[in-house]
């Protein structure tokens, strides 16, 4: 599995694929609870165990396929780009940066990682990469890697689903991202400040708990 080293880094798992199916069992049989395993091939019935999700969704939907075998990659690009806007994959892929943010690592499944002539896998790894500043490792070959620049990403998904609470967010968000409106139209109504100017003292509550991380419930007196 790959390593991830990077300290200013939140996700602290490692997210890798391979078509190794002999492996994968193994991986299964060893019952590791730090690892989830990820198939993406819905046909493969051996592929099972408490640790396993399937995850065929994650690949483009028969209307890219189909616009695919059509020869229109604009419309392939569209329709795959659009269905990651879906609830439902938020959802998913918000599950997968939660587990490597707890420090699990993640092992996607796919027996034509190495077909040449398919784009399937090369525009998985594209839009996690875009999208989310997620590059997957390849087990054998090359490490996961995370862009640092996407941790508002990471976190404001986490926020969204309620992984992470008010000050675990605004603790670990960079100091030079911008807070998002829905965000920080979030924050507002969760923290409740008294104060005419409601984001200027969210940001000031933000200041106070990256000095002192133990600011904790102090929601309600952002002036002291």
């Known amino acids: 599995m790959s390593s991830i080293a990077n300290p200013e880094i939140i996700l602290k798992g490692s997210i890798d694929i391979t078509d190794n199916l002999q492996f994968v069992q193994e991986m299964i049989s060893i019952g590791n609870l730090n690892l989830v395993i990820i198939n993406l091939d819905e046909y493969n019935d051996q592929i ?49 940066i939660t587990t490597l943010y707890r420090g ?14 398919s784009i399937t896998i090369p525009k998985l790894f594209e839009m996690f ?10 087990t054998g070959v090359s490490p996961a890697y995370y862009d640092f620049k996407s941790t508002p990403v990471w976190l404001n998904l986490m ?28 924050l507002v109504s969760i923290v409740k400040p008294t104060e005419q100017d409601k984001p200027k003292a969210i940001l000031e509550y933000q200041k106070k708990l990256k ?8 929601l309600f007196d952002l002036r002291g």
């Open 211 to 218: 000095q002192n991380p133990k600011t904790v419930r102090v």
């Open 129 to 138: 990469w875009r999208r989310f500043g997620i590059r997957f490792g390849v």
């Open 159 to 186: 926020f969204q689903y309620g992984v992470v609470g008010v000050n675990e967010y605004l603790t670990l968000y960079p100091d030079d991202a911008r807070i998002q409106p829905r965000e920080m139209e979030r």
């Open 48 to 96: 099972r165990g408490e640790n396993v999700i399937q995850g065929a969704e994650l690949l483009p939907p028969p209307a890219a396929v189909i616009a695919e075998q059509d020869g229109d990659m604009t419309a392939y690009n569209y329709i795959y780009d659009s269905w990651y806007n879906d609830p439902s994959i938020q959802l998913f892929v918000t599950g997968l």
């Open 104 to 117: 699990k690592n993640i092992l996607f499944y796919y027996p034509e990682l190495n077909d040449q002539e």
